[in-house]
């Protein structure tokens, strides 16, 4: 079955321990994505993947990190998290190309107390 | 990327069309739309897509105007299920660098489906 996978799905964790939440897609997918959302501002692309080992900065980059070494990974960093950096967070993957839909894992859940 | 304006919310009885417009007057002839829908807080699912067309797919049916500043999304008989967050949102046709992977929502229009 294509999708999008995440872990974990759910996390609770303190201020300043580093953790990484992956994403895995299974669809040969060149473009990667990830977004967070939060009540009131919608979804906002924190940082996207062309293709293997390259990455760009969406809308709001400030405090994460990405790696794109093999093209069906692209793991999402908090090197120091922050209470500020709970939310709901998607990965999202698709072709290359503008007519490709986005295909978007099922989310993962961070608090950070 | 032009910014898109949608109502925040609509009602529809079950059964009915749902009918959601969206206007997007600083479209550029280069930028697709594309609409997805949010269940709860599930991922975003992809609905439709198009550039001048009007287009038709087995989930939903997208109007562009001539003009091409506003489209409007037709589910053509509303179901309980459709009880989402909608999402209109302006894509670049041409990839210009890496300028193609940003991608933005705006608030949607939270469609609430009725019996």
């Known amino acids: 079955e294509a999708q999008v996978t995440q872990n974990p799905r759910y996390l609770i964790t303190v201020t300043g321990k580093k953790l990484t939440v992956t994403c895995s897609q299974n669809?040969?997918?060149?473009?990667m994505s990830w977004y967070r959302q939060d009540p009131g501002l919608g979804l906002r692309q924190i940082y996207y993947?062309?293709?293997?080992?390259?990455?760009d900065k969406g809308d709001v980059p400030e405090g994460y990190k990405v790696s794109r070494k093999e093209k069906r990974n692209f793991p999402l960093i908090l090197e120091s998290p922050s209470p500020n950096q709970t939310s709901l967070y998607f990965c999202?993957?698709?072709?290359?190309?503008?007519?490709?839909?986005?295909?978007f894992g099922p989310g993962t859940r961070l608090t950070v107390l | 990327d032009a910014k898109t304006t949608q109502p925040p919310s609509m009602d529809c009885a079950e059964g009915r069309a749902a009918n959601l417009p969206c206007n997007h007057s600083t479209i550029s002839g280069n930028e697709y739309v594309y609409w997805y829908r949010q269940i709860h807080s599930q991922g975003p699912q992809y609905i439709i897509h198009g550039l001048k067309n009007n287009e038709t797919n087995e989930m939903a049916s997208l109007i562009i105007t001539e003009d091409r500043k506003s489209s409007t999304l037709i589910l053509p008989h509303a179901t309980l299920r459709d009880t989402a967050v909608y999402y209109c949102?302006?894509?670049?046709?041409?990839?210009?660098?890496?300028?193609?992977?940003?991608?933005?929502f705006g608030q949607g229009t939270i469609l609430t489906v009725h019996p």
């Open positions: 669809m040969n997918h060149e473009y």
């Open positions: 999202a993957s698709s072709n290359r190309g503008p007519g490709n839909e986005q295909f």
């Open positions: 993947s062309m293709n293997v080992e390259v990455t």
């Open positions: 949102i302006v894509r670049p046709r041409v990839i210009i660098g890496t300028s193609y992977g940003k991608l933005t």
